[in-house]
């Protein structure tokens, strides 16, 4: 599959000029810079998929990685999806819900503790999304229940 690519946003110019990642090595770079620079979430919309009616993309996905914690956190929007909507990985959920908290850009997101995964399983999302012109990752457990506070 073909695909035009993956901007992704995690610093403040990239809202002007986001990076744009095509290939795995792409993401393979960016981890290498968010690890080294303690940056801990990126933003990612894919290019290849449709925006709502508003001008907004029909989907998102954020990804964090904390070295000092050896783990990273996955979060999915896409109302064509199932389960649909907002959704989080799901690591060791008798973690709980935490929270921990990432950072993307100046917006501090927390996530529920039991949604934190190796790093490299947050790579292997990543690749997948560039990859597949903006699906949602198969490689990772998702939870919806996490936003709720159902726990």
Request: glycine content about 8%; proline content about 7%.
């Given at each position: 599959?073909?695909?035009?690519?993956?901007?992704?946003?995690?610093?403040?110019?990239?809202?002007?000029?986001?990076?744009?990642?095509?290939?795995?090595?792409?993401?393979?770079?960016?981890?290498?810079?968010?690890?080294?620079?303690?940056?801990?979430?990126?933003?990612?919309?894919?290019?290849?998929?449709?925006?709502?009616?508003?001008?907004?993309?029909?989907?998102?996905?954020?990804?964090?990685?904390?070295?000092?914690?050896?783990?990273?956190?996955?979060s999915s929007m896409d109302e064509k999806c199932d389960p649909v909507?907002?959704?989080?990985?799901?690591?060791?959920?008798?973690l709980g819900r935490g929270p921990v908290y990432y950072t993307c850009?100046?917006?501090?997101?927390?996530?529920?503790?039991?949604?934190?995964?190796?790093?490299?399983?947050?790579?292997?999302?990543?690749?997948?999304?560039?990859?597949?012109?903006?699906?949602?990752?198969?490689?990772?457990?998702?939870?919806?229940?996490?936003?709720?506070?159902?726990?």
């Amino acid at each position: 599959m073909i695909t035009r690519g993956v901007k992704a946003i995690y610093l403040p110019e990239h809202f002007e000029n986001p990076m744009i990642l095509t290939t795995s090595e792409d993401v393979d770079d960016m981890f290498t810079i968010l690890l080294a620079d303690d940056i801990n979430a990126v933003q990612f919309f894919s290019l290849d998929r449709p925006h709502t009616p508003a001008g907004w993309p029909d989907h998102e996905l954020i990804a964090g990685v904390r070295k000092d914690r050896n783990a990273g956190v996955l979060s999915s929007m896409d109302e064509k999806c199932d389960p649909v909507g907002h959704v989080v990985s799901v690591g060791k959920p008798e973690l709980g819900r935490g929270p921990v908290y990432y950072t993307c850009v100046d917006s501090v997101h927390d996530f529920p503790l039991f949604s934190e995964v190796p790093i490299e399983t947050v790579r292997r999302a990543v690749k997948e999304f560039v990859a597949s012109g903006g699906k949602r990752p198969a490689c990772v457990e998702w939870d919806h229940r996490g936003f709720y506070k159902e726990y």
